[in-house]
């Protein structure tokens, strides 16, 4: 059978791809995946006690985009949550990230949000260029809080110190001199109401789609006829690692059901000094879910292993480059997504991302007109 477009992978960046282009340009479109199932690192489904969980670790939507939050609602209807995230410190839980009452407690002082402002002033080194992600939290908050909240989880989460990692890697957590507790403020902040699994399902439920599950593109490529390819996969992977390898870090996910009704106060709870693993997640803060028993995943970091996450560091970015460049002379393949542009992104992101490719290929003028 021919194809008008290949798409390697059925994550965000494959599966909005496949579905613009079936449902709103009439294109015969062929989707692979390695796995056995849709929604790539997204995907959740019932485990063996009937509670929803992610098999990938967890998964939080939020967004500032209007446009993504109204493409991705034409196929789930949606459950408001507000994430919030406690760190194991000093053997007291506190709210990450740091904000007036993370302080007062570790500390017992009783600040006004004036008087954190001028204790941050006081504690906060001064940095010249801020460059790196320990430059980023030693500017702001002092080199205490950064040794109890951030060194040792980073240093676990990367197999780096913060002062290797670029400053986009702790960027993404703000400091605060108020009382809000909420691990991000954008403007929509949901989880699907049905799962990720059941939005990608209905996403792909078309004629125009076909789907190629627990299949390795790289061994079924010489067989395959299509005018257009769509790759979403490891870019350095595609091109046989030319140029070397491009480093990913990756998770080992124990899963865990146990016989209580609540495991924490709170869905992710971030172990920065302790333990080997970073953090522990319990689904049905996310999912709302009741049941008698309750499921949790604990993440231990570790260098080898499915590619989760593109490391931000200078040589990196460097040796992606010199792939960009190779990808962009390649004739009728686009590459996308978190693998397939070495970008460490999140689901909005992505998203956002493969509406901008569509939008390319049909010569659309904005976002909102290929929503
Ligand atoms: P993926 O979801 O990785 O999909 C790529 C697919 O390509 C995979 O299914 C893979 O099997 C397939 N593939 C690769 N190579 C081949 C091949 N050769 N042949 C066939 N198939 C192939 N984002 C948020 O917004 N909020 C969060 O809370 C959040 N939490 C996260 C937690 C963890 C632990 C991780 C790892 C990521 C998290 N993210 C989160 C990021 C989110 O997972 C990604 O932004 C998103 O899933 C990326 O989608 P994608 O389509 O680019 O890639
Ligand atoms: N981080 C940290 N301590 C925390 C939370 C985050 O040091 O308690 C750092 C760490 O380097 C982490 C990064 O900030 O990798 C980004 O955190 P986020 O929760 O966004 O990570 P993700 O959910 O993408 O794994």
Not at 31 to 57: F, M, S, T, V, W
Not at 138 to 162: A, I
Not at 267 to 278: K, L
Request: net charge negative; charged share 25%.
């Amino acid at each position: 059978m021919h194809f008008d477009f290949a798409i390697v992978g059925a994550g965000y960046a494959g599966s909005v791809l496949a579905e613009r282009l079936a449902s709103q340009s009439g294109k015969k479109v062929l989707l692979i995946d390695k796995r056995p199932h849709i929604g790539g690192n997204a995907y959740d489904y019932y485990n063996e006690a009937g509670i929803l969980i992610h098999l990938y670790g967890p998964h939080i939507f939020h967004t500032n985009s209007p446009d993504v939050f109204a493409y991705l609602s034409q196929f789930t209807e949606w459950r408001p949550y507000e994430h919030r995230v406690l760190a194991s410190v000093d053997g007291k839980l506190l709210p990450i990230p740091i904000n007036l009452d993370t302080v007062n407690k570790l500390y017992g002082y009783n600040f006004t949000s004036e008087e954190l402002e001028e204790y941050f002033k006081s504690v906060g080194e001064p940095v010249e260029k801020i460059r790196t992600s320990e430059d980023v939290v030693v500017s702001q908050v002092g080199r205490d809080l950064y040794e109890k909240f951030f060194r040792g989880y980073t240093r676990k989460q990367w197999g780096l110190d913060p002062s290797e990692l670029d400053k986009m890697v702790t960027s993404r957590i703000p400091t605060r001199t108020n009382r809000d507790d909420r691990y991000f403020t954008d403007q929509y902040q949901y989880m699907p109401l049905h799962g990720y699994t059941k939005m990608f399902e209905k996403m792909l439920d078309h004629p125009n789609i076909h789907l190629m599950l627990s299949t390795d593109f790289r061994e079924v490529k010489e067989t395959l006829s299509y005018d257009q390819l769509i790759y979403t996969g490891p870019v350095d992977e595609y091109f046989d690692h030319c140029f070397g390898k491009l480093p990913y870090r990756s998770l080992r996910f124990e899963h865990k059901t146990v016989d209580t009704e609540q495991y924490q106060p709170v869905a992710v709870v971030n172990y920065p000094n302790d333990n080997a693993y970073t953090r522990i997640t319990e689904y049905k803060h996310l999912t709302g879910q009741e049941h008698p028993k309750t499921s949790i995943t604990f993440e231990y970091p570790q260098s080898e292993g499915d590619p989760y996450y593109p490391i931000p560091k200078p040589e990196n970015a460097e040796l992606y480059q010199r792939y960009k460049q190779l990808a962009e002379q390649q004739a009728n393949v686009h590459f996308v997504g978190r693998l397939g542009t070495y970008r460490y992104y999140n689901m909005d992101q992505v998203v956002a991302q493969a509406l901008t490719l569509y939008k390319k290929l049909i010569g659309a003028e904005s976002l909102e007109d290929v929503v």
